[in-house]
């Protein structure tokens, strides 16, 4: 594993290539969530646009490192309840981040944490990614399109399932809105600038 890659995989280096790309979705000011967010290189991207900024993770060095730049979660979330609740429901924010992380199990947190208007930006290892490197274990690399049928009730804005180089990876992401009621019945179609 190169440098970038290795700093990337604990959550240094720049922010990904695909939210960089789709933060403009992001309303203006708006907050957002980074899951299993490392030392938070996607919370100090949104922070630099001017977001509020929350990350969780189970790591107490990555928190302790993200907690310089925003709220900064500890928990354990494949092995406990999810930890961001607001009176009986998953708290909300205008983005939910998530890259090179995959728990099956939180899907319906994540969906559920998009608040109406916002936008899920997810990024993750896809199979085929055991013939070039770690991981390895199915669990942990998505199906074929699997992240538009987690996805489904939200309005797909972009996909994309297939090989980058530098490193070389297989992956999947997916940049998608949770509708309001509003854009649900109105007659003009939102824009979202591809």
């Known amino acids: ?6 700093a990337t995989a604990h959550g240094l280096g720049p922010a990904s290539s695909w939210v960089q790309r789709w933060s403009h979705l992001v309303a203006r000011h708006g907050s957002v969530l980074d899951i299993a967010c ?20 189970r790591s107490p060095d990555a928190i302790r490192a993200a907690s310089r730049i925003g709220e900064a979660v500890l928990a354990d979330i ?29 899907f319906e947190v994540m969906t559920q944490s998009v608040a109406p208007g916002g936008v899920l930006i997810y990024e993750t290892f896809a199979q085929g990614h055991e013939t070039v490197g770690k991981p390895s274990n199915p669990d942990f690399l998505l199906r074929p399109n699997e992240l538009l049928t ?45």
Do not use: C
């Open 38 to 57: 490392g030392q938070g290189r996607h919370m100090q991207w949104f922070a630099e646009q001017g977001h509020a900024v929350t990350g969780i993770d």
């Open 78 to 106: 494949e092995n406990a309840s999810w930890p961001l609740m607001h009176r009986g429901h998953a708290r909300q924010f205008d983005a939910v981040i998530v890259t090179n992380y995959l728990w099956r199990p939180l």
């Open 150 to 194: 987690a996805f489904k009730s939200l309005h797909i804005v972009a996909f994309e399932d297939g090989f980058l180089d530098h490193p070389p990876r297989f992956v999947q992401r997916i940049a998608a809105v949770r509708l309001d009621l509003g854009e649900e019945t109105q007659q003009t179609p939102a824009r979202y600038t591809l």
């Open 1 to 6: 594993m190169d440098k970038l890659s290795a």
